[in-house]
Structure formats: C-alpha cells, structure tokens
C-alpha cells in the first residue's frame, strides 16, 4: 500500500522563512484511523430495573453472552452493556469486531475504564477502541517497525535550522568541566516545533552539553498529531502519546524508550527555581550551574566571609522564604543585595533550603551509597582515591555545582579565624543539605550522618586535588 503524507509547519523566524522546509508526516496510521468502524449504540427498548446512574440505554440489565450477541446482530461497531450473570454487580461492554463479539470487563471511578485510559463517557471508550483493534488488526507489523528508521536525527528541515543558528551562535566550546564559560542570550528562533529547537540548541556551540533524560508524560492531543520521533500518526482519542513536560517533545510511548537523552528544557515550561530538577534548571537557563548557587555565593563572598557561624547560623525563616520567592518570581533578576537584606544569614539560608528542595540531592541517590562506603574507608589516600572515583559517577552539571560550591567553602575556611568555621563545622552543616539516603528512613540517616559529614568535610579539605 502506497503511504501518503501530509504537511505540517511549525513557525520559524522570518530570517530562516526562504530556506525552511517543512517536515513530511507519515500518513498511513491516519488514513486508517479514518476507516476505523464507527460506534453503534444498541439501545434497550424498555426500563431496565437498577441501572446504574452513568449508564445510559444501551445498558441491557443481566443477559448472557448469547443474548448480547443476538442483540448486535453482526453490525461491526456495534456495542450494548450488560451486567454479569455470574457475577451480579460486575458490568461487560459487548463489542462487535472482526466478525466477532468480544466482551471486556467494564469499570467506572468517575471515568469509564476498561485498561489504562480513562474516559469522559462510553460512546468515547467504545471509539478509542474501535480504532485501536482496527489499526493494531491491520498494521501489527508496520506498527512493530515504526522505531528502525526514525527521523529523529536526520530530518532534512531540523539539520537545516540546526546549522544556521550554530553559525549565528558560534562561540569557544567548553574545554572541559573546569572551563568557566559565559552564556549569551539567543533569540534565533521565534516559535519553533521542540524537534527543531533540540536540533538547532544540541549543536550549538554556546549551549552547555549535559546529558539530560526527557520528562514523558501521558498526554492526550487535541487535533491530529504525529510523533516527532518515527513521524508516524498518533492514534486514538486520548493518551494517543507522551509529551516531555520539560521540552514538549511529542512521541508514541513505544518510541519514547528509543529517544537519546538530549531533553533541551523550555524556559517557558519551568514554572519555578527551587524544587526544580538541577540539570533540568541549569539547561534551560544555558548556564553551567544554577543561578540561585552563583547569585548567593557572589553576595555571601562580597560581605559575609568573616561573619561569625556563617552557614550555622540561622536566618528568619520568613525572610528566607521571601528569597525563594523572589527567585521562582525574578529568576537572575532577583534582588538579594544588602539593601533588602542585610543579614547575609538569610542569604546562606536561601542557599541551603535551594540545595535542600532539590529533587534529587547534589549527591545523587545513585552515587549515595558509594560515597558512604568510601568515607568507611580507614587508609586516608585510599579513601581519597574512592571519593574521587564516585566524583566521576556525578551527572556533569551535578559535578560543576558541587565543584563550584566546595571552592566556595573552601574560601570560608579561609576565613575561619572570624567566622569560626571550619572544614568540620561546614560538614555537620551540608552532610544532610547536599546528600540523603535514596530510601526516606529515619534511622539511615542518623546512622550515615557521620559520614555526610566526613564526605563533605574531605570535599572541601581537598577541593584542588578532588576536582
């Protein structure tokens, strides 16, 4: 069979509008979608006697198998409920496909069900079945080989924008994680599908290239949509795909195990700073760490080096609240200066609850209990050697803020004959900041809390030799 296609553009800047071409769309799914059988309610003639409130007449009280077959009378879409025999209070949806009768268990929590996907109402459940059978029936192979010859990487029109904006935005690459590298804004391209603004900000040479796994989530597409993966049609009436809540990258949820790990953030889609993701965080701004970690330590080294307990001594919760609101509001443009708040407390407050709401610690719950096992370790250079081999297992922008934040630290301890803290002082206060058990338990943490300490004490202590 011969598989059409059709057009569909999303908008790009008008100094790329000659060039652009737009993407051609696998159209095969949706043409089947459209010969799909189409819904036929079979009413019941008469009252039927309990009925449940949300059902409407083509609920048939309790008949048997035979008698709702009859009652289809071989009509393909055709569809009645009816109430078990066998099992009073239990409701069937009896549908007629593929010359046949087929009866599923039917369940209802507010939303009708009878697998995964939830339903406003059955006349919807009965459709977004019909098309499932109908193209799953017809299509079983090609729908098995959608993900072996993807355009994800190799589409024509995003290979196209890609080079014309990493020309436009050509700058020195990063030479390694040490590099301090500052970023420019762009404003390249005005509104363009996620596909298109992945490729162009995966090649640009301004862009920080830490991996990142997209954030999929079920989503259901108003208005026929197509997979920016395999390019194939998405079917059915809802939950047709998953969407990246990060990127808006949208995909079949077979193909989503086939996408790399190349999520390049929105700004538009982050809602908020704090309890947000890191990497997440630190790719949609382009930056190499967080914001929030580089505006506090810049403000905390500017006037609060020598201040007596710094980082043990407490802020005004309130105040430290208004400071995470101001960055969730403001971003970058945050005011934190002396003039709004003169107590640097609540400056290095706002730091430890930014690293204390983070999803994922610093200190990754993958690497958690490598690192207590190494600071087991009694040799002192063996120990060392351990911490900076689990150093290594740190996603990179993980890596770069905690390097950044022990440099910091560092300079504090340098400051220890004012401020009266030290390497230890410093690991009592960030051990539980910067790194939790992976499970929520109590007596874990107060078991491991010596060694949170000696981890992040060893970290600072060797902050020129570790990273």
């Known amino acids: 069979m011969e598989q059409g296609s059709v057009k569909e ?19 095969y799914l949706y043409q089947l979608q459209q010969e799909a059988p189409r819904p036929k309610r079979i009413i019941c003639p008469g009252e039927v006697e309990n009925r449940p409130k949300y059902y409407g007449r083509e609920f ?33 949806l009896a549908l007629r496909f593929g010359n046949q009768t087929l009866n599923y268990r039917l369940f209802y929590d507010g939303k009708h069900f009878v697998g995964e996907k939830r339903f406003e109402s059955i006349h919807d459940l009965v459709t977004d079945g019909l098309i499932t059978l109908y193209i799953e029936t017809k299509a079983s192979e090609y729908i098995s080989k959608m993900t072996t010859n993807p355009i994800y990487e190799h589409i024509g029109y995003a290979t196209l924008l890609r080079e014309k904006v990493s020309r436009r935005l050509s700058r020195s690459k990063n030479e390694s994680r040490k590099a301090s590298v500052t970023s420019e804004e762009h404003t390249a391209v005005e509104k363009i599908s996620s596909l298109v603004r992945r490729a162009a900000l995966t090649h640009n040479d301004n862009h920080f290239n830490y991996e990142k796994t ?57 809602k908020k700073v704090y309890c947000c993701d890191l990497t997440t965080l630190v790719k949609a701004h382009n930056a190499q760490r967080p914001m929030v970690v580089d505006i506090c330590i810049r403000e905390i080294e500017a006037r609060g080096l020598k201040s007596e307990g710094l980082y043990r001594v407490s802020g005004f919760t309130e105040h430290i609240e208004d400071v995470k609101m101001a960055f969730d509001r403001d971003g970058e443009k945050a005011d934190i200066s002396a003039n709004i708040y003169p107590d640097i407390n609540i400056i290095t407050g706002a730091l430890k609850l930014y690293f204390r709401d983070l999803p994922i610690p610093v200190i990754t719950y993958d690497t958690y209990s490598k690192f207590i096992e190494a600071a087991k370790i009694s040799n002192a250079d063996e120990r060392l050697e351990a911490v900076h081999e689990v150093l290594m297992l740190l996603p990179p922008a993980h890596y770069e803020t905690l390097r950044y934040l022990m440099i910091h630290l560092k300079k504090v301890t340098l400051n220890e004959k004012d401020n009266l803290m030290n390497a230890e002082n410093l690991g009592i206060v960030f051990g539980p900041t910067l790194m939790r058990p992976p499970e929520d338990s109590t007596l874990t943490t107060l078991h491991d809390m010596r060694y949170q300490k000696l981890i992040v004490q060893i970290l600072i202590e060797n902050e020129d030799v570790l990273f």
């Not at 949509?225 to 995909?251: K, P, T």
């Open 214 to 270: 997209h954030n999929f989530k079920v989503h259901t597409f108003r208005g026929p949509h197509w997979c920016e993966y395999c390019a194939n049609f998405m079917w059915g009436l809802i939950a047709q795909g998953v969407r990246c809540s990060d990127c808006g990258l949208n995909v079949h949820k077979q193909c989503s195990k086939h996408v790399p790990n190349d999520c390049q953030p929105d700004l538009k889609r982050i």
């Open 60 to 92: 048939h009280g309790i008949i048997s198998r035979e008698q709702a077959d009859e009652l289809l009378g071989g009509v393909e879409g055709a569809y009645i409920l009816r109430e078990s025999q066998r099992q009073p209070g239990c409701y069937t």
């Open 9 to 27: 553009e999303p908008r790009v800047s008008a100094t790329d509008a000659e060039e652009y071409q737009p993407p051609i769309w696998k159209s």
